[in-house]
C-alpha cells in the first residue's frame, strides 16, 4: 500500500505492480468497505493482471475531507484523476455497489480510460426513495456511537444473503464481514450521504461501448434484480451474470465463484 496525493486529498492505493504487457485491473470498492472487498479476487489475479485497488476519500485508509458528504461525482473524479496520474489507461475497471457508481460514470466520459467494465451489486438510478429513512437511521448511529457490533450485525442483513447468514459453515466469512464494518470510523457517514443522495446516470448508459459485465448476486438485499436488470439493458451489448447465491458482499460470501466469472469476463474481453 502506498499514499498518492490525488487532487485535494490523500488516497490509500495498492499497486501488485506490473505483470509483463498484461493490462491493468482496477477495484472500486462499495460503501462501508475498502479495497479490502476484493482482497480474494486481487490475490487470484495478480499473477495474470497488474492490480490496482484504493480506498475512497473517506473510507478506509484514505484522508476524511471536510464537509458533510462525499459526493459520488467527487470519487468519480478521484478515479479518473488516480488512473491519469498513474498513466493507467486503459484498465479493466470493477466496482462493486458504490464502486459500480464511479465505474459507469468513467466509462460512460472517459472511454479513453475503460477497456472493459465489470459491475456487481449496483444499479443506475438514484437511492430509491424507500430505503432512505432506515438508511439515514442506520448511518446517524453510526456516526454517534461508531459502528459497534449490534449494528454492523444489522447492516449484515443487507450486505449478505440469507443463505450465507444462516449457514454454520459460512461463519467465518461472516465475521470477516462484520469486522470489516466495525473497523468504520464515525465519519463514514460523510461517504453514506455521498450515497444516498446521488442523481441517476441512466441517460449516460449509452455512452458505455466497452465489453460490459453486469453481476447481481440472487439474494442481494441492497440492489433489486429489476434495478440491475435496467442497468444491464441500458448498456449496449452488456453480458448478464447472476449467481443464485450470495448478496451485496458477494465477493467476500462466495469469492471462488465471483473470481471465476471475473476471470473468465477479463480474458475474453482482452
Known amino acids: 500500500m502506498a499514499r498518492r496525493t490525488v487532487a485535494d486529498t490523500s488516497l490509500e492505493v495498492l499497486d501488485t505492480g506490473p505483470v509483463g504487457d498484461a493490462p491493468t485491473v482496477c477495484f ?16 487470484a489475479l495478480r499473477q495474470r493482471y497488474r492490480v490496482v485497488a484504493w480506498d475512497h476519500r473517506g473510507q478506509g485508509d484514505s484522508a476524511v475531507p471536510e464537509g458533510r458528504c462525499i459526493s459520488i461525482e467527487r470519487v468519480t473524479t478521484d478515479a479518473i484523476l488516480l488512473l ?6 486503459p484498465v479493466h475497471f470493477v466496482g462493486l455497489s458504490m464502486g459500480g457508481f464511479v465505474g459507469m460514470r468513467v466509462a460512460a466520459r472517459r472511454p479513453d480510460l475503460v477497456r472493459s467494465l465489470s459491475l456487481l451489486e449496483t444499479a443506475p438510478d438514484p437511492e430509491p426513495r424507500a430505503h432512505l429513512a432506515g438508511y439515514r437511521r442506520l448511518s446517524t448511529i453510526g456516526r454517534y456511537l461508531g459502528v459497534r457490533r449490534f449494528l454492523a450485525n444489522r447492516i449484515l442483513t443487507i450486505m449478505c444473503g440469507a443463505s450465507t447468514l444462516a449457514n454454520p459453515a459460512m461463519k467465518e466469512r461472516v ?3 462484520r469486522a470489516l464494518l466495525m473497523s468504520n470510523k464515525p465519519s463514514i457517514y460523510k461517504a453514506v450521504n455521498g450515497v444516498l443522495e446521488r442523481e441517476g446516470v441512466e441517460h449516460e448508459l449509452s455512452q458505455i461501448r466497452c465489453p460490459t459485465l ?5 439474494e442481494d438485499q441492497a440492489i433489486a434484480r429489476d434495478r440491475a436488470r435496467q442497468l444491464a439493458d441500458g448498456i449496449p451489448h452488456a453480458e448478464w451474470v447472476e449467481p443464485e447465491q450470495g448478496g451485496h458482499s458477494c465477493t467476500l460470501e462466495h469469492p471462488d465463484v465471483i473470481t471465476a466469472e471475473l476471470s473468465r469476463f477479463l480474458t475474453a474481453a482482452g
Open 28 to 43: 472500486s470498492h462499495g460503501l462501508l468497505f475498502s479495497h479490502k472487498l476484493f482482497a480474494p479476487q486481487v490475490e
Open 84 to 89: 491519469e496520474q498513474m498513466q493507467l489507461g
Open 175 to 177: 465475521d470477516h464481514i
Open 214 to 218: 453486469v453481476l447481481r448476486a440472487a
